[in-house]
């Protein structure tokens, strides 16, 4: 499977579907996220043995807080015993741990949890795992544009000079390749504000499946889909 660079495969997922899940199930909903997180456990476990060189997992929106307050705080929970249960299995497993998107709501316990989880694993060299959190593609584009914009000011850079590879290598993403494949469960085919800028060349696999019924079998067959796939990235050949 070939990378957007030497060396790489990117995955990235939306995990969706988590509520609807759990309704047909006719369980509150956050048990559909509790089910989920138990998704994300072992499809971090098979993209590792897969050949996935960076996953990304898209943990929560920007947008999200507009969800009850019972829900969020459910969530954040979630994420709190993931940042203190999981962390150490990650680092044992060589897994890298990184987090992206706008901390300043996130509360300070949980900051300080992601930033001992990336400083323990930061030397790790197997699977690069990203969780976005509190993210949104639209806002990673706006920071990189006020970063240029500062930095023009300044004089430090010229205005003129700004092409495609200054705006990627701003964005606060810029130490991951682009996503190769993204996948999207629950059956909805649109990408949610998510990576806008580093999607431009992704494959989309839109999977008719809710997230907590996501298998490391499902993971295979969306790999083995997108190795069919003749991506030219805008050539004719």
Do not use: C
């Amino acid at each position: 499977m070939g990378g957007g660079i030497a060396g790489t495969f990117h995955v990235a997922i939306i995990m969706d579907g988590n509520g609807r899940w759990a309704r047909h199930r006719g369980l509150p909903r956050t048990m559909g996220h509790y089910f989920g997180a138990e998704a994300a456990r072992r499809i971090v476990r098979a993209a590792a043995g897969a050949g996935v060189t960076h996953l990304t997992l898209f943990g929560f929106s920007s947008e999200n807080w507009r969800r009850p307050k019972v829900e969020v705080d459910y969530l954040m929970g979630l994420l709190r015993g993931y940042l203190r249960k999981d962390v150490a299995g990650l680092h044992e497993n060589n897994v890298r741990l990184s987090v992206i998107g706008t901390r300043e709501e996130l509360a300070p316990d949980i900051v300080r949890l992601m930033e001992q989880a990336e400083a323990l694993t930061a030397r790790n060299t197997g699977l690069y795992l990203t969780i976005a959190l509190n993210y949104g593609g639209r806002a990673d584009i706006a920071a990189a544009a006020r970063h240029l914009a500062q930095e023009a000011a300044a004089g430090r850079l010229d205005p003129a000079a700004i092409d495609e590879a200054t705006v990627a290598g701003a964005l606060p993403s810029a130490h991951l390749p682009d996503p190769d494949l993204l996948i999207r469960t629950s059956g909805e085919q649109r990408i949610s504000n998510f990576l806008l800028w580093q999607m431009a060349y992704a494959e989309m696999l839109f999977v008719d499946r809710y997230w907590p019924d996501f298998t490391a079998e499902d993971l295979a067959v969306a790999l083995a889909a997108f190795k069919r796939r003749d991506r030219r990235f805008g050539g004719n050949v």
